[in-house]
């Protein structure tokens, strides 16, 4: 009588398979936290990168106009319609602007939103002569898709504060106060423009700032 075939396939034991299920854990103890790292070093060089390029657009506009873009639209002549985000929107409208030149800044459709939700009552380009079409007030953001925070150097003080949808939550977004034996706040006569990184919070180790 002829055997069945699959009756000589060796099954797997119970002691078998908690032996491989944790091999299996440990191996991505160990791949998962490295895995980690390598993305948020990935994230962070990203966030490097669109703020040297961004300082250079900066560097510009300064030569045009003399300043900087200010830390609110309010100061670009728009009523605020939330108080959320005012800074990096007027970073936007202002290097978006081709008044005496070229835009400033290449803006891509993968770091430009609308995170808030609001818009401008009348056509951007009467504002500052901003190359959109659109009426929302756009913010640049980060890789993780939060609006990098912007402060013009005459808010880099102590009692500055602004509101930021970061993560899906309004916080208070504060300028860097760094350590300076001058007592000035880094940026001093130019401006800061920092990535609150991946936790999202002001004033923690994983922020990204300009130099």
């Known amino acids: 009588m002829r055997k069945n075939p699959t009756s000589q396939i060796k099954a797997f034991t119970l002691v078998e398979l908690l032996v491989v299920i944790t091999i299996l854990a440990i191996l991505m103890g160990i791949i998962l936290p490295a895995?980690?790292?390598?993305?948020?070093?990935?994230?962070?060089?990203?966030?490097?990168?669109?703020?040297?390029?961004?300082?250079?657009a900066l560097k510009s506009y300064n030569s045009d106009f003399r300043d900087f873009p200010p830390s609110t639209v309010k100061a670009l002549g728009l009523k605020e319609e939330n108080n959320i985000n005012s800074g990096n929107e007027a970073l936007v409208l202002c290097l978006s602007s081709n008044l005496k030149t070229d835009t400033y800044y290449e803006f891509k459709d993968d770091n430009l939103e609308n995170t808030d939700l609001d818009s401008s009552p009348v056509p951007l380009k009467t504002l500052t002569g901003s190359v959109f079409s659109t009426r929302d007030l756009l913010e640049v953001t980060d890789a993780w898709g939060n609006p990098y925070v912007y402060f013009h150097y005459r808010d880099l003080n102590s009692k500055t504060e602004q509101n930021y949808q970061i993560n899906g939550a309004i916080q208070k977004a504060k300028p860097f106060a760094g350590k300076s034996k001058t007592g000035n706040f880094p940026g001093y006569g130019k401006y800061q423009i920092m990535s609150l990184g991946k936790d999202g919070t002001t004033g923690t180790e994983d922020d990204i700032r300009s130099k």
């Open 35 to 56: 895995l980690s790292s390598v993305v948020f070093k990935s994230q962070e060089k990203v966030c490097q990168v669109d703020i040297s390029q961004i300082e250079i």
